[in-house]
């Protein structure tokens, strides 16, 4: 998808969806919970548009499962599912590394190969999360786009309101800490500024091998991979 530039031109306005916007929300609420059910026990989460309910043609769906799980049993668990590709990624040197499943151009399966900090797990809630239970029962969930807009959901569609200038009442709409609303108006208005300067991991792992083995081979060769895996309790 083409990269979304912040927003900060109008305070609150309300979107109000046609039935072509609904239908896309619920065929790709269905989609995902036919993997989120493949991966239940495993407490699946889907974030961003698609827990938020404002999508489009082309959103992505985006599925996490919140803890460090074994590779193996997330992959046992989606055995007989296609899979286009397999993983490994990091933002920063100094963020989570993750595993991701990329079932098709849209779905992803994102899990954790360090054990996450608080503040790691609360950037899925500033985005919108929610739980099977919720895919299933229609739940739409407030959370913050690209554009650092905060969407609320209503029956009709969603209010939308800027991020900028309210931190406080934004991090108490979605449960965060101010610290993380703070941090993430910061990076995404600089990345607005200077555009976005790449990821620092995001390599493929072969099909014979495992995330774990992946992982250890990359942090063989690279300090911050490694001195971030041995702060995490090792792989």
Known sequence: MPREKVVRVWD?????YPPKRWRYLWEKREKALQIMERLAQFDPHVYGSVARGDVRKDSDIDIVIPYKVPSYLIELAL?????????IVMATPWHLIKGHIEIDEETTVTFFLTNPTDKELEFYKWGGMVDIWGVKTKQRVPGV???LILIIPTEKGHIEREVVGRESEVAKILGVSVELVKERVHILTRRDAIGRTGIYLNEEVPDWMSFEEALKMIADRDPNIRRKVRESGGI
């Open 12 to 16: 609150e306005r309300e979107i109000v």
């Open 79 to 87: 055995e007989g599912i296609p899979i286009q590709a397999r993983r």
């Open 145 to 147: 786009n690209k554009k």
